[in-house]
């Protein structure tokens, strides 16, 4: 107790944020996309997908939130136990302070309708229960 494996945390979130990043381009693109680009058009904002830099940003924020998943996971983990329950624990807390704050932060703003902003609550924790689950499997602790 007391270390983390970093090369344990950088395996299990590069493969959360993998799987996090094909989840959100699903939701972003095919299921939702066309009404985004229509809610970020209605208040005169650029369509997203105009935007390769912005993609970038993306994909690299959420391999981020990947990482800090598992790390979160690796931190609490002697507290808590290791398993499934605990890195979910992990996820949904990194969702809470991410995904449902941004989430709700657009829908009082007006910039998405309540429609998006309760599918994007509800994809996303779905998103980081099983992305914090694999990410949690794949860590290990270091051996001594």
């Given at each position: 107790?007391?270390?983390?494996?970093?090369?344990?945390?950088?395996?299990?979130?590069?493969?959360?944020?993998?799987?996090?990043?094909?989840?959100?381009?699903?939701?972003?693109?095919?299921?939702?996309?066309?009404?985004?680009?229509?809610?970020?058009?209605?208040?005169?904002?650029?369509?997203?997908?105009?935007?390769?830099?912005?993609?970038?940003?993306?994909?690299?924020?959420?391999?981020?939130?990947?990482?800090?998943?598992?790390?979160?996971?690796?931190?609490?983990?002697?507290?808590?136990?290791?398993?499934?329950?605990?890195?979910?624990?992990?996820?949904?807390?990194?969702?809470?302070?991410?995904?449902?704050?941004m989430a709700i932060t657009m829908g009082v703003l007006g910039l998405h309708s309540m429609g998006m902003v309760?599918?994007?609550?509800?994809?996303?924790?779905?998103?980081?229960?099983?992305?914090?689950?694999?990410?949690?499997?794949?860590?290990?602790?270091?051996?001594?």
């Amino acid at each position: 107790m007391g270390h983390i494996n970093y090369a344990g945390v950088l395996k299990g979130g590069i493969a959360a944020g993998v799987i996090m990043t094909i989840s959100e381009y699903l939701l972003n693109v095919p299921i939702a996309g066309a009404q985004m680009e229509t809610e970020l058009a209605a208040h005169n904002l650029p369509p997203v997908a105009g935007h390769q830099s912005a993609v970038f940003v993306f994909v690299g924020m959420t391999l981020v939130l990947g990482i800090m998943t598992v790390w979160l996971y690796a931190a609490i983990r002697p507290r808590f136990g290791a398993g499934p329950g605990t890195a979910i624990c992990a996820g949904l807390i990194v969702w809470t302070l991410s995904y449902l704050y941004m989430a709700i932060t657009m829908g009082v703003l007006g910039l998405h309708s309540m429609g998006m902003v309760v599918l994007g609550v509800v994809w996303t924790a779905i998103e980081m229960i099983v992305a914090s689950a694999v990410g949690g499997y794949l860590y290990t602790e270091p051996t001594t």
